[in-house]
């Protein structure tokens, strides 16, 4: 039953443009499918420019809006404050919003810097609340049973992964200078934005990386002004330009410590990849190879087939054994991109709840805050570099 009986959770949510659309979706959604011990509400939306947020907050369903967002933090009736604004506000926000004692979920990258993301940890530890960092591609039910695959050792020893996030909706040189492109807002370019997801998977999926190296390159070193409009589009303002100070792609190559390889690879000039997020990992048993525009197959291959049936087969991961898959359709019902946002969103309520310490957590963002760290470090001294962990 919807909302009977259950303690309610008010959620502020700051930003409200493309991942406050996603977020506000998920949270809406989270009844119909999961039966939670918590039931969420939207019960106020945070943003600048009041005209875009009184007209966010009615079209998405939250009940009031807040045109600053320090107001939103000190209010006693809200419990968890969501943050998908631009990078260079994370920092701030979530460090405020713990000290008010409230449950915090951050979009990705974590902040600017390391030091920024050991304060933000430091901060949600001190306040005791739940914390989460919105890596959603760990939420598809195939790279979950991937997980679970390799957990259980179906693949043995994994020798590689090759993951690759391949984007092209920059490539036009009049697409704008938007905050996506700028270091001071942003942290970094395709590096943070995309490639921040498939080292995070790489984590997830494989382990710890012991060290890195890596270039970047800006293909396209001066844009119009411009700003971001919905989605990935763009307003420009032809007369004035600026120059772009993050990277466009970004090659990197990692030896984890477990031994296994890795080669990534994010782009936003790979023409005609609207959104290609994938990766194969090989393992001494088996291999398995995902696609996010193909998301709920995963093709698989185990060393062990008998002969004439070697070679990778394609499930579709829309059973009941997928993980999150049984909450929605019946099987060969296929999820999307949207899912991915609502199966985190319900660990976040479980973690509220008590029942579980969710992850990716704020911790799971410091360290992949330090793998960005060291990826930049190594394109600007041509060395490999130490991916830095306290305590191993
Ligand atoms: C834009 O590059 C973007 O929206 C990223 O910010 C997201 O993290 C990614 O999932 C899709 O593309």
């Known amino acids: 039953?919807?909302?009977?009986?259950?303690?309610?959770?008010?959620?502020?949510?700051?930003?409200?443009?493309?991942?406050?659309?996603?977020?506000?979706?998920?949270?809406?959604?989270?009844?119909?499918?999961?039966?939670?011990?918590?039931?969420?509400?939207?019960?106020?939306?945070?943003?600048?420019?009041?005209?875009?947020?009184?007209?966010?907050?009615?079209?998405?369903?939250?009940?009031?809006?807040e045109t600053d967002w320090r107001r939103l933090v000190e209010r006693d009736d809200i419990d968890v404050i969501d943050i998908v604004t631009p990078n260079n506000t994370h920092a701030e926000m979530a460090i405020a919003a713990a000290e008010a004692g409230k449950h915090v979920i951050c979009e990705k990258p974590l902040a600017l810097s390391v030091s920024e993301a050991e304060r933000m940890l430091e901060a949600v530890r001190k306040a005791g609340t739940v914390h989460m960092i919105c890596h959603n591609y760990r939420f598809a039910p195939a790279v979950q049973y991937v997980k679970r695959l390799i957990e259980e050792g179906r693949l043995g020893r994994i020798y590689h992964i090759r993951a690759q996030y391949l984007q092209d909706w920059i490539m036009?040189?009049?697409?704008?200078?938007?905050?996506?492109?700028?270091?001071?807002?942003?942290?970094?370019?395709?590096?943070?934005?995309?490639?921040?997801?498939?080292?995070?998977?790489?984590?997830?999926?494989?382990?710890e990386m012991d060290e890195v190296t890596g270039m970047m390159k800006t293909f396209i070193q001066e844009r119009p002004l411009g700003e971001m409009s919905g989605g990935l589009n763009a307003r420009t303002d032809r007369e004035r330009s600026g120059q772009v100070d993050v990277d466009d792609a970004v090659?990197?190559?990692?030896?984890?410590?477990?031994?296994?390889?890795?080669?990534?690879?994010?782009t936003r000039f790979a023409g005609g990849n609207r959104n290609g997020n994938r990766f194969e990992i090989n393992g001494e048993k088996g291999s398995v190879r995902w696609d996010l525009e193909n998301m709920n197959h995963l093709q698989v291959y185990f060393t062990e087939d008998e002969a004439g049936l070697q070679g990778f087969r394609t499930i579709n991961c829309t059973e009941d054994v997928h993980p999150y898959a049984g909450a929605y359709w019946p099987p060969g019902h296929i999820i999307g991109y949207e899912h991915t946002f609502i199966n985190l969103l319900a660990e976040f309520m479980r973690g509220i709840a008590g029942e579980t310490a969710p992850t990716p957590d704020f911790e799971d963002g410091l360290q992949n805050q330090r793998v960005l760290e060291a990826v930049e470090e190594s394109a600007r001294t041509g060395t490999w570099v130490k991916v830095s962990r306290p305590g191993s």
Do not use: C, T
């Open 251 to 266: 090659a990197v190559m990692a030896r984890f410590q477990n031994g296994a390889l890795g080669v990534f690879e994010a």
């Open 172 to 207: 036009d040189p009049s697409f704008p200078l938007v905050w996506r492109l700028k270091k001071e807002v942003s942290g970094s370019g395709a590096l943070g934005d995309i490639g921040s997801h498939i080292l995070d998977l790489a984590r997830f999926l494989v382990g």
């Open 1 to 65: 039953m919807v909302g009977i009986n259950k303690r309610r959770v008010r959620i502020g949510m700051i930003g409200h443009r493309f991942m406050g659309k996603v977020h506000s979706h998920a949270y809406r959604d989270l009844p119909f499918f999961f039966d939670l011990p918590v039931e969420p509400v939207l019960s106020d939306l945070a943003g600048r420019n009041e005209e875009e947020l009184k007209a966010a907050a009615d079209a998405m369903g939250w009940a009031s809006y």
